[in-house]
């Protein structure tokens, strides 16, 4: 068997982490044969939580899991990780400015950026899945310099198999026959879902849907709101489709993305459709051997500029306010 790769969960005792580490623990991010060990982090708070989840994994028996560190101490919980799957994050709470809620996030990814990059392995990826995700992810990656910049991505696979999800239900085709959707810019309610270049059964998926007026208003509303529609649901906000989105972004990064199918991910931007460089924003990408590559030459229509660039304005304003909350 191959030497187990050491997977970093911070926020392992909240809602997310519950459901992704058995996933992990499973093989559905690494794949069936490699053998993993989980590197769990929480704070002080959930400390007996934490070690209530290190008990049921344990008690799981799982053939592949090859050990559990679960630690409060963010140095080492980093130790020697080859992927870090940081959910750790500080709530939104009634009453609270968005500028709380930045400037607390901000703090907290800064410091962990130091804890990887003094003490994960050389070529760790990183998938920042807490929110506000891009953000977060950006300002890792500000402060973990010695941390190639393609290393460090956030999550907006979910909003991906969102979409992917409304178009298999409308048209009645299963799921798995349906591809290339894209999600571009912010995981937020600006985010754009752009069905313009997705198939259903090979077939174009505005052709398929016959219903172009459904695919310009309640798709896109229903993919950018789906967040909200899930808590006001569950009384909880999303948590197995998040840990399934994250183990399939993990996935195909490492194992590669399926022949003419790409995948929705948050990298750093190179300016690529006319995005803003210099923020981390969500491109349709192809992935192999562990590197991802941004689909080029799609053709762009002037309503689809325009919510590209609506949502990417949102992270340059973003950023600016993570600045300011780092006094930077
Ligand atoms: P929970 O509140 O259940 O869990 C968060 C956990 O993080 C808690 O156990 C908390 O103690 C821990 N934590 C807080 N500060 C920490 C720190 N400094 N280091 C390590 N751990 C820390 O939230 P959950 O529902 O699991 O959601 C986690 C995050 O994912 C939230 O920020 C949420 O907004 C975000 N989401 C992002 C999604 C995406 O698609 N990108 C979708 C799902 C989710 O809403």
Redesign the pocket.
Known sequence: APEPKRILV??A?????YAICPMIARGAMLGPDQPVILHM???E??KQALEGVRMELVDAAYPLLMGVVASTD?EEACKGVDVAVM?????RKAGMERKDVMSKNVA?YKA?ASALEKNAAPGCKVLV???P?NTNSLILKEHAPSIPAENIT???R??HNRALGQLSERSGVHVGKVKNVIIWGN?SSTQYPDVNHATIDGKPAREVIGDDAYLDGDFISTVQQR?AAIIKARGL???LS?AS?ACDHIRDWVLGTPEGTWVSMGVYSDGSYGAPKGVVYSFPVTCKAGTWSIVQGLSIDEPSAAKMKATGDELVEEKALAMECLGE
């Open positions: 911070t926020g005792a909240g809602q997310i982490g982090l929480d704070i708070p959930a963010a959910v750790g994050g500080f709530p907290i962990q899945v807490a929110n995700a956030c999550l907006t979910l909003d995981h967040g906000s999303s948590a998040a989105s």
